[in-house]
Structure formats: structure tokens, C-alpha cells
């Protein structure tokens, strides 16, 4: 989850330094980022099926994010 985490601070570190950043990438990274805060808390570290599950749908997440940072 911290890859798909660093992949919107990615995005939004790529789109903050064009000479005109477009405000609306920026605010649905930084939601993304919130939506993954709360999904995070609602992990069971006892659950180990949950926690894999997690595990391979957030590297793919990070993997899709980054492939659209230039």
C-alpha cells in the first residue's frame, strides 16, 4: 500500500512542477491518497488472505499510477 501511496506522491510531485499544473490531477491523487488511508485502517493484520490480497492489488495500483508519471 506504501508503493500505491508514493505513486500518487509521484503524480502529484510530476504535476506541481509543470509550468501549468492542472489542479484537478493534483486533488484526485490527494483523494486517492485518502481513500488508501482509510482502506489501510480497515486492514486485520490476523488476516492473512486480506493482507495478500492487499498486497498484490496495491503493487499493480502502484505499478498503473507510476505508468502514467512522466
Avoid at 34 to 45: F, H, I, P, Q, V
Amino acid at each position: 500500500m506504501n508503493g500505491a501511496v508514493g505513486a500518487y506522491s509521484a503524480t502529484i510531485a510530476a504535476e506541481e512542477a509543470k509550468d501549468a499544473p492542472d489542479p484537478a490531477v493534483i486533488e484526485a491523487a490527494r483523494a486517492a491518497q485518502g481513500r488508501l488511508a482509510k482502506e489501510r485502517e480497515r486492514l486485520r493484520s490476523a488476516d492473512r488472505e486480506q493482507i495478500a490480497e492487499a498486497r498484490s492489488g496495491y503493487a499493480h495500483l502502484a505499478r498503473e499510477v507510476l505508468a502514467d508519471v512522466p
